[in-house]
T-cell receptor
Framework: SAVISQKPSRDICQRGTSLTIQCQVDSQVTMMFWYRQQPGQSLTLIATANQGSEATYESGFVIDKFPISRPNLTFSTLTVSNMSPEDSSIYLC???????????FGPGTRLTVL | DAKTTQPPSMDCAEGRAANLPCNHSTISGNEYVYWYRQIHSQGPQYIIHGLKNNETNEMASLIITEDRKSSTLILPHATLRDTAVYYCIAQWEGNFNKFYFGSGTKLNVKP
């Protein structure tokens, strides 16, 4: 398994600002992902964070709005840019140790945009 | 990835077995069935997964029908701490671990 931490755990932000969420894993992992969970909804995959290259985004998500970095095999960041109240969600990081393995999820970052 | 269908909610008495069904009638031969649960907005927790054969671990058992069009997650002795949303996901190993979550089943374990 893997132990995943996220910072911050929660934040309240003003519209028009940006927030960067960090995801740290206690071991090197092959795959890292970012999900969004809007209030009362299921999880939606935002993108796959690729080490050393640009992230792969799912339909409906773009790099300008959700830039992602992954400088090494244990760390990734997701930035929510130019926030609006519709961005209020829980943002979750997940990892897979190897392709084909199960994913492990972080505790999430609860974002409220006013 | 195959679409999965689950009942929106189920009740279970504490100490009894909880049987959570999942329909994945369009599943392909190389798609695994994964089960996760999410307790009150925490990060989802991995439970179990399988391809064809039934699987059991310390948390649960997974029963997959012979035609693979449906499966059942069994929690043998449900406790109040098992109250959560349970997600069934069909995932193709070739799509690099990407998970597409459905709406899940809210399991309410009652005393």
């Amino acid at each position: 398994s893997a132990v995943i931490s996220q910072k911050p755990s929660r934040d309240i932000c003003q519209r028009g600002t940006s927030l960067t969420i960090q995801c740290q894993v206690d071991s090197q992992v092959t795959m890292m992902f970012w999900y969004r969970q809007q209030p009362g909804q299921s999880l939606t995959l935002i993108a796959t964070a690729n080490q050393g290259s640009e992230a792969t985004y799912e339909s409906g998500f773009v790099i300008d709005k959700f830039p992602i970095s992954r400088p090494n095999l244990t760390f990734s960041t997701l930035t929510v840019s130019n926030m609006s109240p519709e961005d209020s969600s829980i943002y979750l990081c997940s990892v897979a140790l190897r392709v084909g393995n199960e994913q492990f999820f972080g505790p999430g970052t609860r974002l409220t945009v006013l | 990835d195959a679409k999965t269908t689950q009942p929106p909610s189920m009740d279970c008495a504490e100490g009894r077995a909880a049987n959570l069904p999942c329909n994945h009638s369009t599943i392909s031969g190389n798609e695994y069935v994964y089960w996760y649960r999410q307790i009150h907005s925490q990060g989802p927790q991995y439970i179990i997964h399988g391809l064809k054969n039934n699987e059991t671990n310390e948390m649960a058992s997974l029963i997959i029908t012979e035609d693979r069009k449906s499966s059942t997650l069994i929690l043998p002795h449900a406790t109040l701490r098992d109250t959560a949303v349970y997600y069934c996901i069909a995932q193709w190993e070739g799509n690099f671990n990407k998970f597409y979550f459905g709406s899940g089943t809210k399991l309410n374990v009652k005393p």
